[in-house]
Nanobody, 121 residues
Framework: QVRLVESGGGLVQAGGSLRLSCTAS????????MGWFRQAPGKDREFVAAISWNEVMTNYADSVKGRFTITRDNAKNTVYLQMNDLNAEDTAEYYC??????????????WGQGTQVTVSS
């Protein structure tokens, strides 16, 4: 059983930045790709970004390319999401998950409590 704890969300003005963190316990962290997802009110959960187990490959949703950067620290069992130039459309609850590949088509973990990001315009 893997437990994921997201943190780092908050209220930020449009154009601002936030850095999200997700710490995992349980299954060997470094064996899997890690992804970030988000869910806005009334919408389905959507893929945001993913990183391979060895940090060599990354994958981003078109909506965040050039603004968000995903990194990981396997020694700390933690994945990060640096979010720059935020806009109102980025407002959502953000979640992390483990997957076998950076396409993140089969998330292996249960969703954590998430961390709320609210961007004011």
């Amino acid at each position: 059983q893997v437990r994921l704890v997201e943190s780092g969300g908050g209220l930020v003005q449009a154009g601002g930045s936030l850095r999200l963190s997700c710490t995992a316990s349980g299954r060997t962290f470094s064996d899997y790709a890690m992804g970030w997802f988000r869910q806005a009110p009334g919408k389905d959960r959507e893929f945001v970004a993913a990183i391979s187990w060895n940090e060599v490959m990354t994958n981003y949703a078109d909506s965040v390319k050039g603004r968000f950067t995903i990194t990981r620290d396997n020694a700390k069992n933690t994945v990060y999401l640096q979010m720059n130039d935020l806009n109102a459309e980025d407002t959502a609850e953000y979640y992390c998950g483990q997957d076998r590949t950076i396409e993140c088509t089969e998330v292996l973990t249960s969703w954590g409590q998430g961390t709320q990001v609210t961007v004011s315009s």
